[in-house]
């Protein structure tokens, strides 16, 4: 193995919850790859993530060894490269913990997804925002505007851990003394909490936690669902026909592009704004053939949406072909082992850093 000691640290991570399709591969596993060699890089499968919304335990089970076997089958070498389980290393729920010292409930309600997640619309917390109403201590018998109502109510089945999922982020990035976290730009506010609390312990307790950056990664972090084009592909939306899974069969998948949502002209041309549905699968397309997207807006001048969608479908079936030939080589228990191994790695540089925040907390 070559020395990596010089090399920035990346560190990221990937939820073994729904179904991974190819907006997560094109839109973070695949950049994962480009970088190993210049990083030293950390991919973790982020399993008490995945938990801060209910999960069937037998199909976590599975999606734990899933998400690292695509890790694998994506090109992610375990010889340059760590993959690791995040519950197998107890450093990052240590050190959430008391990380939860240091952040305050306002750092967290600031914060989108957990909001998403519990269905709070966006309207309803900038209308909340802007009146800066503070529901969690009104007045018995005040008038609580409708917007707070629902705010609330929403707000009060969310489990703590959901609450909490971006100090648990924190905790996974500032264990490694990363430099660099990649991540779509939906976990820009995330890695932006991150470097604020380690700021913070920093500033009270004195330098431990290096100061992260982010790194937004390419447009395919924006592979939009094929069904409602205006809004991202998701693992976890309700409509199969929404996403290509990286197990579909290359058939499936293909139907799946030849029903995708478009508009009613029948010029491709990237424009996101008119055209969602062309411009996404000029995207796919673009970013699984590597031709640019004038290059194909010139190639289908002409052509109508059908021929354009075959040859998408097409680039979607080799793709998927290739992959699952390399998915199905992978044998389980050599994902199992590598998995051991990077946790083997993972420990010794977590617990480091770990050790540091304890001793100057006293309680080492
Ligand atoms: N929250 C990230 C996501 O859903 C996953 C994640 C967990 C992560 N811990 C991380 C990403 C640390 C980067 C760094 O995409």
Not at 36 to 42: F, K
Not at 109 to 123: V, Y
Not at 148 to 156: D, H, L, R, T
Request: aromatic residues 8%; glycine residues 4%.
């Amino acid at each position: 193995m070559v020395s990596k000691i010089n090399k920035p640290r990346i560190f990221s991570g990937v939820q073994p919850s729904g179904n991974l399709h190819i907006g997560n591969y094109l839109g973070a596993i695949i950049q994962f790859v480009a970088l190993q060699d210049e990083y030293d890089c950390v991919f973790c499968v982020v399993d008490l993530h995945a938990i801060t919304v209910p999960q069937d335990p037998d199909s976590l089970r599975k999606r734990i060894i899933e998400v690292a076997r695509f890790f694998l089958a994506a090109g992610i070498d375990p010889a340059k490269s760590i993959i690791f389980q995040q519950s197998d290393v107890s450093a990052h729920a240590e050190l959430s913990w008391i990380l939860n010292t240091v952040a305050r409930m306002s750092d967290l309600n600031k914060m989108t997804q957990f909001k998403d997640k519990a269905g709070i619309s966006e309207d309803d917390s900038k209308f909340l925002e802007r009146m800066k109403v503070k529901i969690f201590d009104s007045p018995p018998g005040a008038t609580i505007p409708k917007a707070a109502k629902n705010f609330y109510e929403k707000a009060s089945n969310v489990s703590v851990g959901l609450f909490d999922y971006p100090v648990l982020m924190a905790a996974d990035i500032l264990l490694y003394d990363t430099e660099v976290v990649p991540v779509g730009d939906d976990q820009l506010q995330h890695v932006e909490l991150t470097r604020d609390l380690a700021k913070r312990f920093n500033h009270q307790f004195g330098e431990v936690f290096k100061i992260p950056e982010v790194k937004i990664l390419k447009s395919g972090a924006r592979i939009m669902a094929l069904d409602d084009p205006t809004k991202k592909m998701s693992k976890s939306a309700e409509s199969e026909n929404s996403r290509i899974e990286l197990l579909d069969s290359p058939e499936k998948a293909a139907k799946k592009i030849m029903r995708a949502t478009t508009d009613s002209d029948s010029i491709v041309k990237l424009d996101y704004k008119n055209k969602p549905g062309i411009s996404n699968l000029l995207t796919i397309h673009s970013l699984l053939s590597g031709k640019d997207i004038k290059e194909l807006e010139n190639e289908f001048a002409g052509k109508g949406y059908g021929d354009f969608k075959k040859a998408v479908a097409e680039e979607v079936k080799i793709f998927l072909t290739a992959f699952q030939a390399k998915y199905n080589k992978i044998d389980d228990n050599d994902v199992r082992r590598i998995l051991e191994d990077g946790a083997k790695r993972a420990e010794p540089i977590a617990k480091k850093t770990l050790q540091k925040v304890k001793e100057r907390i006293g309680i080492n």
